[in-house]
């Protein structure tokens, strides 16, 4: 597929260089430096630990595309720990590892670069809501109005008149969801408004399983595993035998969950070479196992303990959305770089590291819900026995370190594989990682914050 370009500037990758320094170790091994001439930086900063009575930080955050290069592993810092020769080398490690986060040069290159900007600009303007307090995120550009607008319309259109995903009753919820806002600040990359259309309505159509087969609008756990089965085929075909084929045919528009999947995996391939949707399908089922998963703790009644509440997450979770970052962008990964175990670790701390902000956004709404909802401070709270404050400060340290992971780690990779679709899909993953944060944020129609402050 065609690169249509870069992105606008809103990325968290370039700051990880800040938090490189242990990576730059092995590389400086890789060139031949001894040990003891090798710079000593810091890695990422530990996750504040908050007493019962203290008051939290204000939020960590960090600039968009704070430049941090002058500061980046083997600049002056690294050169003042090191002998002259020593130096010289960090020195040119610094230079790739600047060449590495800006892209390449030249005529015709313009479409691989990451987008970087000697000075980041501000948000014009505050943004709805509030951060939650000590939450490590970064702020972003408000998502373009005019796509914002032309996305809402059409994704409206769709969702009543071509797939019927929702009753006339839910229609203040629908438009509540702000699912275009939502879109045109995870991909400001997309080309066209026809590429963003591609995440918007598979959002919307997860949206609709989750609703209506898990939660809030008849979901239940009971009988789930089928209902998610026979869903799971209007994304990867049932091949079956002539007979039995026009009732699996039919199935598919027995319900809103299925007319939604089926409709947007049509419009997803019409965009997607054959690997990526193969990939999204690969990540759906990761999210039903997540779905089936948290169904059998509310059938028993059981409250996990908190790491398997976290491998639970890491399946049930938002990585189908960043999965797509390539496919929406207009390029494509190859499969067997996507493959790559360090590439595979940072989409999963990304994953990760999302969708603890959302347990942390709507723990007030779960709370007010019916039943019991398990999120990570209801997981914590139980399992370690802490106040519901204390739970939910803990929780956002997991959520930081899981953040300075993610970057940490997609510094690495883009250092030990500078191959251009691949620093790409990076900073897409931490634009999008950004962008869901500044959707939760703002989505106050959705969201409030505990009073824990």
């Not at 530990?46 to 600049?75: C, I, W």
């Not at 939760?440 to 914050?449: A, M, P």
């Amino acid at each position: 597929m065609p690169d249509p370009g870069a992105a606008p500037v809103q990325s968290s990758l370039p700051a990880a260089a800040a938090r490189f320094g242990e990576h730059i170790v092995a590389a400086c091994a890789e060139a031949g430096m001894e040990a003891s001439a090798r710079p000593r930086l810091p890695g990422p900063p530990p996750a504040p630990v908050l007493a019962a009575n203290t008051a939290p930080p204000e939020a960590e955050t960090a600039a968009p595309d704070e430049s941090v290069l002058d500061d980046a592993p083997g600049g002056d810092l690294a050169a003042q720990h090191v002998e002259d020769g020593a130096a010289a080398e960090v020195r040119q490690l610094s230079s790739i590892l600047e060449q590495v986060l800006r892209g390449p040069t030249g005529l015709g290159t313009a479409g691989l670069k990451l987008g970087l900007s000697e000075q980041s600009p501000a948000p014009a303007a505050p943004v709805e809501g509030t951060p939650i307090p000590g939450l490590y995120h970064h702020p972003v550009l408000p998502p373009d109005p005019a796509r914002v607008e032309e996305v809402s319309r059409r994704i409206k259109t769709w969702a009543v008149d071509e797939v019927q995903a929702y009753p006339p009753e839910w229609e203040d919820q629908f438009d509540g969801f702000s699912v275009a806002r939502y879109m045109v600040a995870c991909h400001p990359d997309a080309p066209t408004i026809d590429h963003l259309m591609v995440a918007a309505r598979l959002m919307v159509a997860e949206n609709a399983v989750d609703d209506c087969y898990c939660e809030d609008h008849g979901g239940s756990p009971v009988g789930l595993g089928s209902r998610l089965l026979l869903a799971h085929t209007a994304l990867d075909p049932l091949h079956t035998t002539k007979e039995y084929e026009p009732e699996w045919t039919a199935s598919l528009q027995s319900d809103a969950p299925r007319r939604a999947y089926r409709s947007a995996m049509e419009y997803l391939l019409q965009q997607a070479t054959a690997s990526q949707a193969d990939r999204f399908r690969h990540d759906m089922a990761r999210l039903h196992l997540g779905y089936l998963a948290e169904a059998a703790w509310a059938e028993t009644d059981t409250v996990p303990e908190v790491w398997e509440y976290l491998a639970m997450r890491q399946f049930n979770n938002f990585r189908p959305c960043p999965t797509i970052t390539d496919t929406v962008g207009g390029y494509e990964l190859p499969a067997d770089v996507h493959a790559r175990p360090d590439v595979q670790r940072v989409i999963a701390l990304a994953g990760n590291a999302t969708t603890i902000v959302n347990d942390l956004y709507s723990y007030t709404k779960e709370l007010e819900s019916p039943g019991r909802h398990l999120n990570l401070p209801v997981v914590i709270a139980e399992r370690e026995g802490m106040s519901d404050r204390d739970a939910y400060l803990k929780a956002v340290e997991v959520h930081n370190q899981l953040m300075h992971d993610f970057e940490a780690e997609a510094a690495a990779v883009a250092a030990a594989c500078p191959v251009p679709s691949l620093l790409r899909f990076l900073r897409g993953v931490a634009v999008w990682v950004d962008g869901n944060h500044y959707w939760h944020q703002t989505n106050t129609y959705r969201y409030s914050l505990p009073d824990f402050w």
